[in-house]
């Protein structure tokens, strides 16, 4: 199995700011064949992530030009709405001029992370009738992100799309890529779509209201990035482990962390954005093979960090039963993880039958490869066939880590 480093691939070209605004636009080539007639798309689609530090304070001509003067329908949880929701509004307001925005709450948490949230987000906009060229933003985490994403993807068949994250997970994954997903038959985002926003805004300074384990979570998303591509952002996690709860990455570390797995998740999926035929092999995907089973079967209970991070040590302990990596290697990405305050162990009521037999769905999902994501050294990975992962295994990775755990 070829070994992957992508530390080269997607470094940012030089590029026009005038040409990165320019409207989306979906002309065709059309060929006359001799059986009938091919229209290949030429689909442009400019996707920004722009830092706009303290959004919710600076003058509205700094987020004018990111944000539409339309109307638009503003799509955010209680929480968010509770903290922010005031101010929120008063710079929309300032923005907007007369184009009224429509506010909708929206209650969302991963165990109603579903089809019916998404329906709701398009009532709200069928009923303000909100035109074409209107735009959904979406400001909260990531699961707010995900419905509002899917939302403006299907409503009048895609409208402009805001994303303005407000959790660590959101700044640095869910908020900057192009999927959007809900969950179906308590299957992890079973239904999606891919569908970029317009534009990302990113604020750290949302998270200084964020709880600790929230913080976490997104630090599992963060040591991701470290341990695929990014060896001194691995080094950098492992020196300040102890500060980011406190910090809430307010600090310079704080920014230089949210940067590095800003531009890093960017350049891996800049390879294959749309995850078409060769998609399935990708190393963004490490932590998220077991990951999606462990959060399903105990009922979405385990946050998507948590169980990121628990997918993260047992594949890096398979890694190294299969001489990917070294044991010294593998206990020193297994210690980070604990020292960010987040979970290895495998716990009841997930067991290491249920983890194998989850594996069929991946399969399914990667279309007929399992691509498990494993690190082979500090900053590359590669990747792992169903073949090679048996019941044993991962009964042995899985008592592995619960000593260590004991
Ligand atoms: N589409 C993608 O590419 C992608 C990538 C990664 C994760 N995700 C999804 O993201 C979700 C996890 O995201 P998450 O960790 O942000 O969880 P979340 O959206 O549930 O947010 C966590 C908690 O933080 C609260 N909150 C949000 N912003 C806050 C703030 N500024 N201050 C205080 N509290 C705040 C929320 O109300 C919630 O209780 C999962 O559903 C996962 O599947 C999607």
Redesign the pocket.
């Known amino acids: 199995v070829p070994s992957h480093s992508s530390k080269s691939a997607g470094q940012p070209v030089p590029y026009d700011s005038a040409e990165a605004k320019s409207e989306w636009s979906s002309t065709a080539q059309v060929s006359y064949l001799q059986d009938g007639i091919a229209l290949t798309s030429l689909l442009h689609r400019c996707q920004r992530v722009a830092y706009l530090p303290r959004l919710l304070e600076s003058c509205p001509a700094d987020l004018a030009s990111f944000i539409h003067p339309g109307p638009a329908l503003v799509v955010l949880?209680?929480?968010?709405s509770k903290?922010?929701g005031a101010r929120i509004a008063s710079r929309f307001r300032d923005l907007s001029g007369s184009a009224s925005s429509v506010y909708l709450e929206l209650n969302?948490?991963?165990q109603s992370?579903d089809m019916s949230q998404a329906a709701k987000v398009c009532e709200a906009a069928v009923a303000m009738n909100l035109r074409r060229g209107g735009q959904i933003i979406g400001i909260?985490?990531?699961?707010?992100?995900?419905i509002v994403?899917l939302a403006a993807s299907i409503y009048r068949r895609g409208v402009r799309h805001i994303k303005i994250?407000?959790?660590?997970?959101?700044l640095i994954?869910?908020g900057i890529?192009v999927?959007?997903?809900v969950n179906c038959l308590n299957k992890?985002?079973a239904l999606?779509s891919f569908y970029p926003p317009e534009v990302t805004l990113i604020d750290r300074s949302?998270?200084?209201?964020?709880?600790p384990q929230?913080i976490r979570?997104?630090l599992a998303?963060a040591l991701k990035m470290a341990v695929i591509r990014d060896a001194e952002l691995f080094e950098l996690i492992e020196a300040s482990a102890d500060a980011f709860t406190s910090e809430r990455l307010q600090d310079q570390v704080g920014e230089v962390v949210i940067r590095r797995a800003i531009s890093g998740m960017l350049a891996e999926l800049s390879q294959n954005l749309y995850e078409l035929d060769s998609g399935y092999c990708r190393a963004v995907d490490f932590g998220h093979t077991f990951s999606p089973h462990i959060?399903a079967a105990t009922g979405y209970q385990t946050?998507?960090?948590r169980a990121v991070a628990i997918d993260m040590a047992l594949s890096t302990v398979i890694a190294a039963l299969l001489g990917h990596v070294s044991w010294s290697l593998c206990d020193r990405i297994v210690r980070l993880i604990d020292a960010l305050g987040l979970p290895t162990a495998v716990l009841s009521p997930v067991d290491a039958v249920g983890l194998l037999a989850s594996l069929d769905s991946v399969v399914a999902h990667r279309n007929g490869a399992l691509n498990l994501v494993v690190p082979a050294g500090l900053g590359r990975v590669t990747f792992v066939q169903r073949a090679e992962i048996s019941l044993g295994r991962i009964q042995y990775a899985k008592e592995y880590l619960e000593t260590r755990h004991g």
């Not at 949880?77 to 968010?80: C, G, I, Q």
């Not at 909260?140 to 995900?146: K, N, Y």
């Not at 994250?165 to 959101?170: F, S």
């Open positions: 949880t209680p929480t968010v903290l922010y969302c948490t991963e992370k909260g985490g990531g699961v707010c992100l995900d994403g994250p407000t959790t660590l997970i959101g994954d869910a890529g999927k959007n997903g992890k985002s999606g949302f998270l200084q209201t964020l709880a929230h979570d997104g998303e959060e946050s998507h960090g």
